[in-house]
């Protein structure tokens, strides 16, 4: 009896010697790819960040307004967002080599998955990016008609047209890449509906003064009859 | 563009039957039924009157009116001369209305009256706004007689003001198109203003840019196209302007992004011009001013020191992204005073409406947030003036104006710095 359980566990402590023996290279080799795969991946984005300002990619995309998108959406200029890119796809793709080097499976499946996902992540940046772009614009619009209106709250209101747009573009980009999507469908359906309904009650009780100014642009010759009251200098 | 692709066949058809003109006269409508008929009387006598020799045309292009303006119109054609003049005239009369696309508005209606001109061979063009309760026919001898008869290619109008009435113009629109275009001019936006057959053609020639115009901002380029071009220009009294829209149905955001925009625009547009400009120079003035006693008007100074101390405050990220940090810095500093001794100095002022204009003209931001961000600034600057001014006289007031206009002047090469540092970004 005794025999044979020692018999057993020699054969199984073989055979994980033998496993890690067999895999023990395939880590290193992981290892050395994913170091090798960083060294490369900075290196390049180095040379390729000096080389862009060297031919003065940023001036040129001033020009045709890119720079300025950036800018607004607060994102660096355009050498680094390229030279970023390059770091992070030659260092990404080494990564998946040395995964796929240690030869498990499941991994590999993976891989496979994720590579087959790269597009729809794209276009989700892409969403993410333009949606940025839109909420800093309306977000600005906002304040500034507000301020200009003399409104109450002009950064609250400013920031809650933001949050919106940036809510609808985040909900945009996880539906994109398959995130979840049933949930964040109902939790956005949810949340725009609660935000829209609690509005509406709030302008209904509270907003009575903001929907007098709000008819009174809609019917400019009413506010102007009031108005005449306290201002009546032309400015032209 | 040609004149052809501008008018309608039945448009054409109308100005053939006319034939040569000396004297042609512009009228826009659009929706102005109360107040045309006065309008077009007051013009057709002031022509029977000091041009009863002259072929002359009434053109009145109209952007859809649907309360009768265009009825009225017709009704106005016919006034009884005798009842007016003692006398008949040597000419007939003609009034010519055509439709131009309303979505177009004001330029649309201007460039259709520059079309007509031009295939007319007319001498001497007016412009006269279809909303004037203040008109007299004596405004036609003001308008066409410096162009008819003085050879003179522009002709801008003096309208007599109350000190605290037109305060864009007065504080932002003359001293900046003086400094910049080196003409001293009062109204670079007036309505009511006359022009010579070769300018019509020039301004038909360059109308490339006009879609960028909104309204009113069509005048100033005008204004300052006949500037640049170097044409000869001069000034005449009008008297009061009063319209039955008050404050030409635009309040103020509105106002300043029309005509803030279009002088920056205007700026950008002849830039080669203005850049090489030193000084101004007077331009010749026809006409005699007198001294009325206006209708005072009323300005809620305090609500416009309190809406400047909010903008600046709520629109700090926005005005970082315009204004130099000294300028930001100066207009932070004013913004903390109290309302009483609230004072927003001549230099900060010039240098916040350059600065503005050079940010304009490299679109640090969208260029109608751009204007909407001067609209505090500016209601800053008008409460100060009034605060400065509640005592003073017209003499007074008018002294403080051409300091401020001086100011400008001064600055011109920070302005031009700027500007070239615009361009080299």
């Not at chain 1, 209904?204 to 009174?216: D, K, M, S, T």
């Amino acid at each position: 009896m005794n025999e044979l359980v020692i018999k057993n566990l020699s054969w199984a402590l073989k055979a994980v010697s033998e496993l890690v023996v067999q895999f023990l290279p395939r880590l290193v080799a992981m290892t050395v790819i994913f170091v090798v795969g960083w060294v490369v991946a900075w290196v390049l984005e180095v040379v390729l960040r000096r080389l862009l300002l060297v031919l003065r990619l940023n001036r040129l995309f001033e020009t045709k307004g890119l720079t300025h998108l950036l800018t607004q959406a607060a994102l660096p200029s355009p050498a680094e967002i390229v030279s970023r890119i390059v770091f992070w796809a030659v260092w990404i793709t080494f990564m998946l080599v040395g995964v796929n080097a240690l030869g498990i499976v499941a991994l590999q499946l993976e891989i496979s998955n994720f590579v087959s996902l790269l597009p729809q992540f794209v276009v989700a940046l892409l969403i993410l990016f333009f949606g940025l772009l839109a909420a800093n614009f309306f977000s600005r619009a906002a304040l500034l008609a507000a301020v200009n209106a003399d409104s109450p709250s002009p950064r609250l209101f400013s920031s809650f047209v933001r949050f919106l747009i940036l809510l609808f573009a985040i909900t945009m980009a996880l539906e994109r890449i398959g995130l979840g999507r049933g949930v964040v469908v109902v939790a956005f359906s949810i949340s725009f509906g609660a935000i829209m309904m609690g509005l509406a009650i709030a302008f209904g009780l509270g907003g009575r003064n903001v929907a007098r100014r709000i008819l009174e642009r809609r019917f400019p010759e009413a506010k102007r009859r009031d108005e005449d009251k306290d201002d009546e200098s032309s400015h032209l | 563009m040609t004149e052809e692709s501008l008018l309608s066949d039945e448009f054409v058809r109308q100005l053939t039957a006319v034939g040569g003109v000396d004297i042609l006269v512009g009228v826009p409508t659009l929706n102005n039924r109360t107040t045309v008929e006065r309008v077009i009387d007051a013009i057709l006598i002031g022509l029977v009157k000091y041009y009863p020799r002259e072929r002359s045309v009434l053109i009145n292009p109209d952007g859809g009116s649907n309360d009768g303006t265009t009825e009225a119109v017709q009704a106005a054609s016919i006034p009884d001369f005798r009842t007016a003049l003692a006398s008949n005239p040597l000419r007939t009369m003609h009034v010519v209305s055509g439709h131009y696309p309303g979505v177009q508005g004001q330029v649309g209606a201007l460039r259709m009256i520059l079309a007509a001109a031009d295939l007319l061979g007319a001498q001497a063009c007016a412009l006269v706004s279809a909303d004037l309760l203040s008109i007299t026919p004596e405004w036609m001898e003001a308008l066409i007689r410096p162009v008819l008869k003085e050879k003179f290619d522009f002709v801008a109008p003096i309208y007599e003001r109350h000190r605290f009435d037109g305060l864009l113009v007065k504080n932002m629109l003359h001293p900046l198109i003086r400094a910049t275009f080196g003409y001293r001019i009062e109204e670079p936006v007036g309505r009511e203003l006359a022009f010579s057959g070769r300018l019509a053609s020039h301004f038909l020639e360059h109308d490339s840019g006009w879609q960028d115009f909104l309204r009113f901002g069509a005048y100033a380029w005008m204004t300052t196209t006949t500037m640049a071009g170097k044409y000869q220009v001069c000034q005449s009294f009008l008297g009061p302007r009063v319209e039955a829209s008050k404050r030409s149905g635009l309040d103020l955001t509105t106002a300043i992004r029309e005509i803030a925009g279009a002088a920056f625009h205007c700026m950008d547009i002849h830039e080669s011009y203005w850049v090489s400009q030193q000084g101004s120079q007077d331009v010749p003035t026809f006409g005699f001013q007198p001294v009325l006693d206006l209708d005072p008007v009323r300005v809620n100074r305090k609500r416009m020191f309190e809406m400047f101390k909010s903008g600046v405050d709520q629109l700090g990220a926005v005005l970082e992204e315009i204004l130099s940090p000294s300028t930001l810095q100066g207009i932070r500093g004013i913004s903390k005073l109290d309302e009483k001794l609230f004072h927003f100095p001549d230099e900060l002022w010039a240098k916040t409406v350059y600065e503005f204009a050079s940010s304009h003209h490299r679109s640090v931001i969208n260029r109608d947030h751009l204007l909407q961000a001067l609209t505090p600034l500016y209601r800053g600057r008008v409460s100060s003036f009034i605060l400065e001014n509640l005592r003073a006289d017209g003499q007074e007031v008018e002294s403080k104006l051409e300091s401020l206009r001086l100011e400008y002047e001064r600055l011109k090469p920070y302005l031009i710095e700027s500007w070239k540092q615009a361009n080299v970004r």
